[in-house]
């Protein structure tokens, strides 16, 4: 099956610093991926929609200076904390739509900001 | 706009029984329906998917849902839990088709007792 990777899976990173995370599909091209956030025994939410060759699409009440995305390639999008603080501790998932109704998910990223 | 509401966040059952996941939806397109499992530091599995197919869906595992427009309703069964069923489960709708960002129910967390 399809499989997206998500690099670095744990991160542990100072107030301040920021931190990048990538999010790959290994197996098929996509041009659109989507980034989520889970809290501690939560749901997901929607952060951004990122597309490859053109701006990231925020979902109300995220930060696009704080959350940076790129889509750099067909295969590769990233997200950047910058200036991370403790309150952006959090499990960071992407997503990649191949088939027409079927996402596939990364394993996650989880951010502890000290 | 779409939601999901999960209506149990914590079912509990016993291994050999019969579990249900009860979910419901709001969508105001022809929507897109999905069961997703995530385990204790695992990525996202799809359980199964509706896409204006058939009403009944078969997944993977033993599990399957049942789409009722009437009843806006699309909830998980299935027959016989195991122990390795124990898991947080989300109900997922996306409208038209899948390659539109996800919403996220607030996710049922399943304990089998054996």
């Known amino acids: 099956g399809a499989v997206v990777s998500q690099h670095p899976s744990w991160v542990i990173c100072k107030s301040g610093t920021s931190v990048k995370i990538e999010c790959r599909s290994l197996d098929f091209q996509a041009t659109t991926m989507f980034w989520y956030r889970q809290f501690p025994k939560q749901s997901l939410m929607l952060m951004a929609t990122s597309n490859e060759g053109s701006k990231a699409t925020y979902e109300q009440g995220v930060e696009k200076d704080k959350f940076l995305i790129n889509h750099a390639s067909l295969t590769l999008s990233t997200l950047t904390v910058t200036s991370a603080h403790p309150e952006d501790s959090s499990f960071y998932i992407c997503?990649?739509?191949?088939?027409?109704?079927?996402?596939?998910f990364g394993p996650g990223t989880r951010l502890t900001v000290l | 706009a779409q939601s999901v509401t999960q209506l149990d966040s914590h079912v509990s059952v016993s291994e050999g029984t019969p579990v249900l996941l009860r979910c419901n939806y709001s969508s105001s397109y022809s929507p897109s329906l999905f069961w997703y499992v995530q385990h204790p530091n695992k990525g996202l599995q799809l359980l199964l998917k509706?896409?204006?197919?058939?009403?009944l869906v078969k997944g993977i595992n033993g599990f399957e849902a049942e789409f009722k427009k009437s009843e806006t309703s699309f909830h998980l069964t299935k027959p016989s839990a195991h122990m390795s069923d124990a898991a947080e489960y989300f109900c997922v709708v996306s409208e038209g088709t899948g390659r539109r960002a996800l919403t996220f129910g607030s996710g049922t967390r399943l304990q089998v007792q054996p």
């Open positions: 509706y896409t204006s197919a058939a009403t």
């Open positions: 997503s990649a739509p191949r088939e027409w109704h079927e996402q596939f």
